[in-house]
């Protein structure tokens, strides 16, 4: 339990702080397109972790192996 708290309550506190000044620059031009990019990235990240992952999972010989949609476990 105090493992778990002192995990999440950084991002809580980050929230919390910086919350107010995100929603004030909600209406300022200059900064739709750095956070555009911005989430551009992110799902860039997740989507090449998600294409590295199922290449493990269903490659898990190469590329050259075979295709392993049903494991036999």
Do not use: R
């Amino acid at each position: 339990m105090l493992v778990t708290y002192f995990t999440y309550l950084p991002s809580f506190l980050f929230i919390l702080a910086g919350g107010p000044q995100v929603e004030t620059g909600h209406g300022n031009v200059k900064f739709t397109p750095p956070l555009t990019g911005v989430s551009t990235a992110v799902v860039g990240v997740i989507v090449n972790l998600a294409m590295f992952f199922a290449h493990q999972v269903f490659w898990p010989q190469g590329l050259n192996g075979p295709l392993d949609f049903f494991p036999p476990y």
